[in-house]
C-alpha cells in the first residue's frame, strides 16, 4: 500500500477522442527525459485499499487535481498513515470505508488523530446517525423512567432537539451547534415578550400557548441532551466527546420568594385596575367574572414566587370554610403538601386519632391528563403531622362526604380518597387550582399560586422557630440545605420582631454583667499609702 504519484491532463488523442491522461507527451518538459512540465497537468496519486470482507478486489483510490507534488504527497502520506493505523483487517476495512465516506462528503480525508482516538476507543468509525434518530434511540431506551420524566424528554426533543440540532450527523456535532440552539430558543423569548406587550390581539393570540423559556428551564433542556450524548458515548461508543457538557448557560437561579408586603399589594392594586380599565374599554360592557379572574392572574408580580402574610393566610382559609375543599387548602396552606399529593391523599393512610396523614400517592397532571402514582422521592414518601384544628377539619369532610355518599346512592364511586367529586371520583389537579383562584379573588388577596401556599407553610414553620430539620421532613424534600435555600422569605414583622428581640437580649446581658461588676468590685478606701 506505498502508492504512487504522477501526473495527468485532460487533453485527448485526436484521433479517437480518448483522453491522454498520464501518456500525454505535454507532462514532460521539452527533450524528454524525467524532467515534469511545470505549466501542464496536475498531479494525482493512486493508493491500493484493503479487500472487501468477502475478499473481493477494492478499487484503488485514485485522487487529482493537485499543484504541486508536495501537495499530492502530502495527501498519500495522509492516507497512508490512515491505513497504519491498526493491522487488524477488520479495522482497516472500517478506516477505509471512514476515508471513502469522508472523502465523498467534504473532499476532504478524516483527520488521523481524530481516527487513531476513535480506533483506540472502539468507536464506531462510520456513524451516519443524525441527531433526531439517536434521540429517538434515546427515548426509547428508557424504559424505566417514570411518565413525567418520559414527557419532558419527549417535549425538549419535539421543540427543541429535533428543529435545531435533528439534521446534524451526530459525530458532527459541535458546541456551536448547541450553543446556536440555546440563541434561537433566547431569541423566541423575545417574540413571544414583544407579541404580549402588542395592544393587537391577534398579535397577542400567536403566543397564547407559548411560555418564555426561562433559564432553570434551559438547564433542564441542557442536561436532556447531555445525558442523551453521554449514552452514545459510554454504551454505543458514537462519539468521544459531549458538545453539551461545555455549553455555558445563564445561572438558574431560583426566583427568590417575596413576601405581599402592603407596599407590593397597593402597587399591584394600582396595576390591575388599569389592566381592568383597559380590558373594559376593549370589550366595550362590562367584565364577567371570568373575565377579571383572568386578567387578575396575569398582571406582573414582584416576583414569581409571592407569599402571603399570617394575616392573608388567615383571610383565605376564613373565606374557604364554608368550601367543600376546605380542607385540602388547610392542608396546603399549613402542613405544605403539594397539590398532587393533597389530591391524591387516600383515607386508608390518615389516622385521624393518632392525627397523623400518609403522603404515598399522588395525582399529577401530564398536559391535560391526571396521572396517579408513587412520589418520585423517598423523601417525598412521608407521613406528617396534623394539629387538631386540621384533624376537626378532615372529620368534617368525612361527614359532608359520607351524606354525598349516601345522595349518591349506586353512582357513588368507592376510590377512596379523601378529596373526591360529588360522587366519588378523584379530582383532576387543576379543579383544585381553579377553585383556589376564585376563592382568592373573591376575597379580594393579591395573587399567588396554589403551590405558592407551600412557600408560606414553610416560612409559617419557619417563623414560628420550627426546627430545619422538622421543616424539610414536612415538605418532603432530600436534604435541609435544599429548604434553606429555597424558603428564605421571611415575614417583616417577624424579622422586626427578631431584631428587637436581639437588641434586648445583648441589652439584657450587658446591665447583668454591668451588675455583676458593680456587685464584686471592692468598697474603696482612699489612698493605698494611707
Not at 305 to 334: C, D, E, G, K
Not at 356 to 372: C, D, K
Not at 392 to 419: I, M, N, P, Y
Request: net charge positive; aromatic share 6%.
Amino acid at each position: 500500500m506505498n502508492g504512487t504519484t504522477f501526473k495527468t491532463c485532460s487533453c485527448r488523442d485526436e484521433a479517437t477522442g480518448k483522453r491522454l491522461g498520464k501518456a500525454c507527451p505535454k507532462l514532460r518538459r521539452p527533450g524528454g527525459g524525467e524532467r515534469w512540465s511545470s505549466t501542464h497537468g496536475r498531479w494525482a496519486y493512486q493508493l491500493e485499499l484493503p479487500a472487501h470482507a468477502d475478499g473481493r478486489r477494492r478499487n484503488p483510490l485514485r485522487r487529482r487535481g493537485f499543484a504541486t507534488l508536495e501537495e499530492v504527497e502530502a495527501e498519500l502520506e495522509h492516507a497512508r498513515a490512515l491505513l497504519a493505523l491498526d493491522e487488524d483487517p477488520h479495522v482497516q476495512r472500517k478506516v477505509t470505508e471512514l476515508m471513502l465516506s469522508v472523502l465523498k462528503d467534504t473532499k476532504a480525508l478524516p483527520p488521523v488523530e481524530e481516527v487513531r482516538r476513535k480506533v483506540r476507543t472502539r468507536q464506531d468509525l462510520n456513524p451516519t446517525v443524525t441527531v433526531a434518530e439517536w434521540m429517538q434511540e434515546f427515548l426509547r431506551r428508557k424504559r424505566k423512567i417514570d411518565v413525567t420524566t418520559r414527557r419532558s424528554y419527549e417535549a425538549h426533543i419535539r421543540l427543541y432537539f429535533t428543529p435545531y440540532l435533528g439534521d446534524i450527523r451526530l459525530d458532527r456535532l459541535r458546541v456551536s451547534d448547541v450553543g446556536g440552539m440555546f440563541d434561537a430558543i433566547e431569541e423566541f423569548n423575545d417574540v413571544i415578550a414583544t407579541a404580549r406587550a402588542s395592544s393587537d390581539p391577534e398579535e397577542r393570540a400567536k403566543v397564547r400557548y407559548r411560555r418564555p423559556v426561562g433559564p432553570a428551564t434551559m438547564h433542564r433542556i441542557r442536561a436532556t441532551l447531555r445525558h442523551a450524548l453521554n449514552i452514545a458515548i459510554k454504551q454505543d461508543r458514537l462519539i468521544d466527546f459531549n458538545p453539551a457538557a461545555v455549553v455555558e448557560l445563564p445561572d438558574a437561579e431560583r426566583p427568590k420568594a417575596l413576601v405581599w408586603t402592603d407596599e407590593r399589594v397597593t402597587a399591584w392594586s394600582r396595576d390591575l385596575q388599569d389592566r381592568l380599565d383597559v380590558e373594559q374599554r376593549r370589550r366595550g360592557d362590562r367584565l364577567s367574572r371570568a373575565s377579571m379572574i383572568n386578567v387578575y392572574a396575569s398582571v406582573p408580580r414582584p416576583s414569581p414566587v409571592m407569599v402571603w402574610t399570617p394575616s392573608h393566610t388567615f383571610t383565605f382559609l376564613a373565606q374557604a370554610a364554608s368550601h367543600r375543599l376546605f380542607a385540602l387548602y388547610r392542608l396546603i396552606a399549613l402542613r405544605g403538601l403539594r397539590r398532587g399529593e393533597a389530591v391524591g391523599l387516600r383515607w386508608k393512610d390518615v389516622d385521624l386519632t393518632a392525627g397523623t396523614a400518609g403522603v404515598h400517592w399522588q395525582i399529577t397532571q401530564l398536559g391535560w391528563e391526571p396521572v396517579q402514582g408513587r412520589p418520585k422521592t423517598e423523601a417525598s414518601d412521608r407521613v406528617i403531622a396534623l394539629d387538631e384544628d386540621t384533624v376537626s377539619a378532615l372529620c368534617a369532610h368525612r361527614k359532608r362526604q359520607a351524606a354525598e355518599r349516601l345522595a349518591a346512592g349506586e353512582a357513588w364511586t368507592d376510590s377512596g380518597f379523601v378529596f373526591t367529586d360529588e360522587i366519588g371520583r378523584p379530582l383532576h389537579p387543576q379543579q383544585v387550582s381553579d377553585h383556589f383562584y376564585q376563592l382568592a379573588f373573591q376575597v379580594g388577596l393579591p395573587p399567588v399560586r396554589l403551590h405558592d401556599l407551600r412557600h408560606g407553610a414553610a416560612s409559617l414553620m419557619l417563623a414560628a422557630g420550627v426546627d430545619l430539620k422538622v421543616v424539610q421532613e414536612t415538605l418532603g424534600h432530600v436534604s435541609s440545605t435544599f429548604t434553606r435555600d429555597t424558603y428564605t422569605s421571611v415575614y417583616p414583622e417577624v424579622a422586626r420582631a427578631a431584631a428587637e428581640s436581639t437588641a434586648a437580649l445583648v441589652n439584657t446581658v450587658a446591665a447583668g454583667a454591668h451588675t455583676a461588676r458593680l456587685i464584686t468590685l471592692p468598697p474603696h478606701t482612699g489612698d493605698a499609702t494611707t
